[in-house]
């Protein structure tokens, strides 16, 4: 039997706020049922704070156990609204629905389970069955206050959401197995090394996102590294000339060139060109083309398919890094990694790649 | 009033930025941004960010009133409710940073 979710707020309660500058000039109204509500809102925001601090230390406390303790996928529809989970539309082995997402959803999710499961044992995100929770048509307000399609996927700290685009640069996010087995290895992460977002650190988090999220990819069509697409993304993406996916793991920084809304792909293929500015929280979506080209080059260098190889390297990598890790600490437990389980021609093929984009 | 902000983040990763100097617009364009900032609440500056959320926008956003100056730091699931209309005012607006 499913167990329901706790019905959340806008996002989650966890992570959405009222910032304490309104709630404090609240608590100095003249009103008293103002003042009182406000004073009630910093006990809870202070409660939520404590829930969402121990949350990031257990993130086990916030998730859903399998019934079976095997997989188990659930399916919301948030009906173009920006409240999560939304309405339970589909449960693991209940046929197909008429909703393309929500089966896109349901088929990728359980592609990433049985491809984390097959090739490193691992039970779901956790490594201990917890469900698979897929929210699709999320929305987001628009400038009038209005519910508009999401032009994003991102993972809450619990589950994924997946918008459907805005229909002009953007389709559903659903549609792409890569980004669907990129925001699920987010949910490895948070069980894992749990790279802190930000910096080198986080750029790694999106490394190891789109390593495995392109892997899923490349396992389920069974393709061996010289046939296989670096593309990440590709399937969301509206046609156009100057547009080819949202990275491009083998060429960082020629995914989209010169494009009237997307601009010029921002990202750097050696450490020469490091970003260092303060958007996207130092770089974390900008600087993973540095690592993301590595893998490339070592998946290349040491051949056959890259999620037998290169990849077990990098899953055994991402399980032994620290929160605080950097690139050069990465580039060494992956060379590592590479000589205990392999040998030293892997472990050459691992030092040589992050040598040439300047991670020695 | 002048408005500065930077987008960046989301499972894309790109970076658009929007300057808005409300004296150069047309009378109803200035009265409307100058309504959707009265109605963001965001009187004060702050920085937060989740920490267990991924793949989210970051907002970046300057609002200077006579030199009262604002600085609003923060992740989608950060920002205030009465404030995203703004902030998806200024994303509609944003161009690709060079
Ligand atoms: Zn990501």
Request: net charge positive; proline share 0%.
């Given at each position: 039997m499913t167990r329901p979710l706790p019905n959340r707020s806008p996002r989650s309660p966890l992570q959405c706020i009222v910032p304490p500058y309104m709630i404090e000039a609240m608590t100095r109204c003249g009103d008293p049922a103002v003042r009182g509500r406000a004073v009630g809102s910093l006990a809870c925001a202070a409660a939520i704070h404590a829930v969402r601090d121990l949350s990031q230390k257990m993130p086990s406390m916030m998730a859903v156990p399998s019934p079976t303790g095997r997989r188990h996928r659930l399916v919301y529809d948030a009906k173009k609204k920006d409240r999560l989970p939304g309405r339970l539309v589909r449960s693991e082995g209940q046929k197909p629905r008429k909703d393309v997402a929500v089966n896109e959803a349901y088929d990728h999710s359980g592609a990433t389970f049985d491809f984390f499961h097959e090739?490193?044992?691992?039970?779901?995100l956790d490594d201990a069955g917890m469900s698979l929770i897929s929210s699709v048509h999320v929305g987001e307000v628009d400038d009038r206050g209005r519910y508009v399609p999401m032009d994003n996927a991102y993972w809450d700290g619990s589950q994924m959401a997946y918008g459907d685009g805005d229909?002009?640069?953007?389709?559903?996010?659903?549609?792409?197995l890569d980004v669907v087995g990129h925001e699920l290895t987010h949910g490895v992460q948070a069980f894992t090394?749990?790279?802190?977002?930000?910096g080198q650190s986080g750029a790694l988090n999106e490394h190891f996102s789109d390593v495995f999220g392109v892997l899923v990819r490349q396992w389920k069509e069974g393709v061996s590294v010289e046939k296989a697409s670096w593309l990440v993304?590709?399937?969301v993406l509206m046609p156009a000339a100057t547009r080819r996916a949202i990275r491009d793991m083998e060429h960082p920084g020629t995914a989209f060139v010169d494009d009237p809304v997307l601009g010029t792909d921002p990202q750097p293929a050696h450490m020469d060109a490091i970003y260092t500015g303060p958007a996207d929280r130092g770089g974390v979506h900008i600087n993973s083309g540095i690592p993301n080209r590595a893998f490339v080059l070592a998946a290349q260098a040491i051949g056959g398919k890259s999620w037998e190889t290169a990849g077990r390297i990098w899953y055994d990598a991402m399980l032994q890094l620290?929160?605080?890790?950097?690139f050069k600490e990465c580039a060494r437990i992956t060379a590592q990694v590479a000589s205990d389980r392999f040998g030293a021609a892997e472990r050459k093929a691992v030092a040589a790649a992050w040598k040439k984009v300047g991670v020695a | 009033m002048r408005i500065a902000c930077t987008i960046s983040g989301g499972f894309a990763g790109l970076v658009k930025e929007c300057r808005i100097e409300t004296a150069s617009l047309e009378p109803p364009e200035r009265a409307r941004v100058e309504s959707l900032v009265e109605e963001s609440g965001l009187v004060e500056s702050f920085e937060r960010f989740s920490e267990s959320a991924r793949d989210e926008k970051q907002f970046d956003v300057t609002i200077d009133r006579d030199h009262l100056i604002v600085h609003v730091v923060c992740d989608e699931s950060c920002v205030p409710k009465p404030a995203k209309p703004l902030m998806a005012y200024l994303a509609s607006h944003a161009s690709p940073a060079r």
């Open positions: 090739l490193f044992g691992r039970n779901s229909g002009v640069v953007f389709t559903r996010f659903t549609r792409s090394s749990n790279l802190v977002y930000r993304g590709a399937d620290s929160r605080s890790s950097d | -």
